[in-house]
């Protein structure tokens, strides 16, 4: 039986996410995801007129591919999916596997080589085509996130299908503040961090990326980035869990990195030379994503939340940072997570996790539901 709630997601994706028009090529990439979403969703393509092209994985058999690989193998990938890729004038990729740590035993030099060599295909995707990239619900992801599956199930497509028009129009003011400032400082518990955006033109993001959504990300000028930084919310790269990361920067670089697994954290860093420098930095603000959950999609969406990512750089907003890893690393700055402020050339902009100025205002939580 189909759940109507699948109509609405399907549609959001479609007419709102990617605005597919008549006669576009759509990629959509469905792991471990119901078949009755993905026929949904082919049929609410093909009412748009446009035109789907589907790939169905299944993530233990993604670990299988990527364990043994081998560069001629990778290479062999990339070049196929990347000729795909370019067909394409849309993207939608739902990821549904119910371990995240499906790829923890995967050995490092091996999944290293494997982003490494397909990041070509990433980088054109998000470059060139109209993309959006949402998890499917599962009941680990209910266990993450403390939560029934079928009270989990409810949140999910309540913040899935929100009026993210909405959202759009609120965060204009954020994305105009972002585009004057020059320096940003960021304090809080363990953090003092200081860096420039100089010519940086940010980017909004409600709902035609990820879903969910609730973000305006900008980028640190490659070399600007001093001080210390302590996350505060867990973290999953590469199928491994971190807690308590902190890194401390000098002239933009990463030169020291601790966190609960110190020494993998630092594996990852040394992928290579761009991923000790930052790519993105973000200001998440979803009214109804309050708690992390160890899932990238949802938590750097958090309602009072930051994050600033070690790794390349997107180049609608490019600071030429180049490299095979992008980690979005949290820090929540509501009250009871510790607080903590947001500064842009010296004026408050954000204090334990609420906006100040009257124009920042409507992206409050009470105001943005």
């Given at each position: 039986?189909n759940?109507?709630?699948?109509?609405?997601?399907a549609?959001?994706?479609?007419?709102?996410?990617?605005?597919?028009?008549?006669?576009?090529?759509?990629?959509?990439?469905?792991?471990?995801?119901?078949?009755?979403?993905?026929v949904?969703?082919?049929?609410?393509?093909?009412?748009?007129?446009?035109?789907?092209?589907?790939?169905?994985r299944?993530?233990?058999?993604?670990?299988?591919?990527?364990?043994?690989?081998?560069?001629?193998?990778?290479?062999?990938?990339?070049?196929?999916?990347?000729?795909?890729?370019?067909?394409?004038?849309?993207?939608?990729?739902?990821?549904?596997?119910?371990?995240?740590?499906?790829?923890?035993?995967?050995?490092?030099?091996?999944l290293?080589?494997f982003?490494?060599?397909?990041?070509?295909?990433?980088?054109?995707?998000?470059?060139?085509?109209?993309?959006?990239v949402?998890?499917?619900?599962?009941?680990?992801m209910?266990?993450?996130?403390?939560?029934?599956?079928?009270?989990?199930?409810?949140?999910?497509?309540?913040?899935?299908?929100?009026?993210?028009?909405?959202?759009?129009?609120?965060?204009?003011?954020?994305?105009?503040r972002?585009?004057?400032?020059?320096?940003v400082?960021?304090?809080?518990?363990?953090?003092?961090?200081?860096?420039?955006t100089?010519?940086?033109?940010?980017?909004?993001?409600?709902?035609?990326?990820?879903?969910?959504?609730?973000?305006?990300?900008?980028?640190?000028?490659?070399?600007?980035?001093?001080?210390?930084?302590q996350?505060?919310?867990?973290?999953?790269?590469?199928?491994?869990?971190?807690?308590n990361?902190?890194?401390?920067?000098?002239?933009?670089?990463?030169?020291?990195a601790?966190?609960?697994?110190?020494?993998?954290?630092?594996?990852?860093l040394?992928?290579?030379?761009?991923?000790?420098?930052?790519?993105?930095?973000?200001?998440?603000?979803?009214?109804?994503?309050?708690?992390p959950?160890?899932?990238?999609?949802?938590?750097?969406?958090?309602?009072?939340?930051l994050?600033?990512?070690?790794?390349?750089?997107?180049e609608?907003?490019?600071?030429?940072?180049?490299?095979?890893?992008?980690?979005?690393?949290?820090?929540?700055?509501?009250?009871?997570?510790?607080?903590?402020?947001?500064?842009?050339?010296g004026?408050?902009?954000?204090?334990?996790?609420?906006?100040?100025?009257?124009?920042?205002?409507?992206l409050?939580?009470?105001?943005?539901?």
């Amino acid at each position: 039986m189909n759940d109507p709630r699948f109509t609405d997601l399907a549609r959001v994706l479609v007419r709102y996410s990617t605005a597919l028009k008549r006669n576009d090529r759509v990629l959509l990439d469905l792991t471990d995801v119901p078949d009755e979403f993905a026929v949904t969703l082919i049929r609410e393509v093909r009412a748009a007129g446009a035109i789907p092209v589907v790939e169905v994985r299944h993530s233990r058999v993604t670990r299988e591919i990527v364990r043994d690989t081998n560069e001629p193998h990778a290479r062999l990938l990339r070049d196929l999916e990347l000729n795909r890729m370019r067909k394409m004038q849309a993207y939608i990729a739902v990821r549904g596997s119910d371990n995240a740590n499906e790829m923890s035993d995967v050995p490092s030099d091996r999944l290293q080589l494997f982003n490494r060599t397909l990041r070509p295909v990433l980088n054109y995707r998000v470059n060139r085509t109209r993309w959006v990239v949402l998890r499917w619900p599962t009941p680990s992801m209910a266990q993450a996130a403390n939560m029934s599956t079928e009270a989990f199930e409810d949140f999910y497509f309540r913040v899935c299908t929100m009026d993210y028009a909405k959202m759009a129009k609120a965060s204009k003011a954020l994305q105009r503040r972002m585009a004057r400032a020059d320096r940003v400082r960021i304090t809080g518990p363990g953090t003092d961090l200081e860096r420039r955006t100089q010519d940086m033109r940010p980017v909004i993001c409600a709902g035609d990326r990820n879903i969910p959504d609730g973000e305006v990300f900008s980028c640190p000028v490659k070399d600007s980035v001093n001080g210390v930084i302590q996350f505060n919310t867990p973290t999953l790269y590469a199928g491994t869990r971190f807690e308590n990361v902190r890194l401390e920067f000098r002239d933009g670089r990463v030169v020291q990195a601790t966190s609960s697994n110190t020494r993998r954290l630092n594996e990852i860093l040394d992928t290579d030379r761009g991923a000790r420098y930052t790519g993105e930095f973000s200001l998440g603000f979803n009214p109804h994503i309050q708690q992390p959950m160890c899932d990238i999609l949802f938590d750097e969406k958090i309602a009072g939340s930051l994050h600033l990512t070690p790794g390349q750089a997107y180049e609608e907003c490019d600071n030429g940072n180049r490299s095979a890893v992008h980690w979005d690393m949290v820090l929540i700055q509501r009250p009871e997570w510790g607080g903590g402020e947001v500064w842009f050339d010296g004026k408050l902009i954000r204090k334990d996790g609420l906006f100040v100025p009257k124009d920042l205002q409507p992206l409050n939580p009470e105001n943005l539901k």
